[in-house]
């Protein structure tokens, strides 16, 4: 069964500083890892979609890296802002499902 | 465009009580839509698969027979919560995969559902 791990599971930053979230997952047979941001009581807005055959992936300030074969990936957000607030959620697909990690929540302050 | 909507976002119910929750694809074709269940600090756990026309895959450990889901179109997907009990209180979300995509391809998530039971 697929496990995702998050790591942190809580961040506080304070504005403007470079960041890199964590994410490991146990099987490494995977088609491909979405990082989404979920704000409280939201629902899910996908950030970065990886391809298993890819390495990487960037949007605007976001950077995400998988590195499948060590089932890992990473998360950078440059510069950050009050408004990167939110929690993180990396997810990998397996099989049909879509297995997430329990999130990191970041707080950037002013 | 890929826009998923939910209705109600909120609801609260009493004990006993069943309650629908609808989840719509508003500018393109969904040939699956998947229900998670997320409790407070957790992962969303998926609870089930549903495609167009046919029955709905369920996840090991969710009860089928409390948890109804219904996917008559290819823009509409329906979960009910029957006899709901306070345990069953928690943010239900719904993602759509785009017809004619690979499954591997994204899914659009909605807005998610709150649901309280008293």
């Known amino acids: 069964k697929q496990e995702v791990t998050q790591i942190p599971a809580a961040l506080s930053v304070p504005e403007g500083e470079n960041l890199v979230l964590n994410c490991s997952f146990t099987d490494s047979a995977i088609y491909n890892l979405q990082w989404f941001r979920q704000d409280p009581g939201k629902g899910l807005t996908s950030l970065l979609l990886i391809q298993s055959s890819q390495r990487e992936q960037t949007s605007g300030r976001l950077n995400a890296s998988l590195d499948k074969s060590s089932g890992r990936s990473t998360l950078y957000i440059a510069a950050s802002q009050p408004g990167d607030s939110a929690t993180y959620l990396c997810a990998v697909l397996s099989g049909y499902a879509l297995n997430f990690g329990k999130g990191t929540s970041l707080l950037v302050t002013p | 465009g890929a826009v998923v909507s939910q209705h109600p976002s909120r609801v609260i119910c009493k004990s006993g009580t069943s309650v629908k929750i609808e989840c719509r694809s508003l500018d393109f074709q969904a040939t699956t839509m998947f229900w998670y269940r997320q409790f407070p600090k957790q992962s969303l756990m998926l609870m089930a698969t549903s495609n167009e026309g046919s029955k709905a895959t369920y996840e090991q450990g969710v009860e089928k027979d409390k948890f109804l889901i219904n996917h008559a179109s290819l823009t509409l997907s329906t979960l009910t919560v029957t006899s709901a009990h306070p345990e069953d209180s928690s943010f239900y979300i719904c993602?759509?995969?785009?017809?004619?995509?690979?499954?591997?391809?994204?899914?659009?998530f909605g807005p998610g559902t709150r649901l309280t039971v008293l």
């Open positions: 993602s759509a995969g785009r017809l004619g995509l690979a499954y591997t391809d994204t899914q659009y």
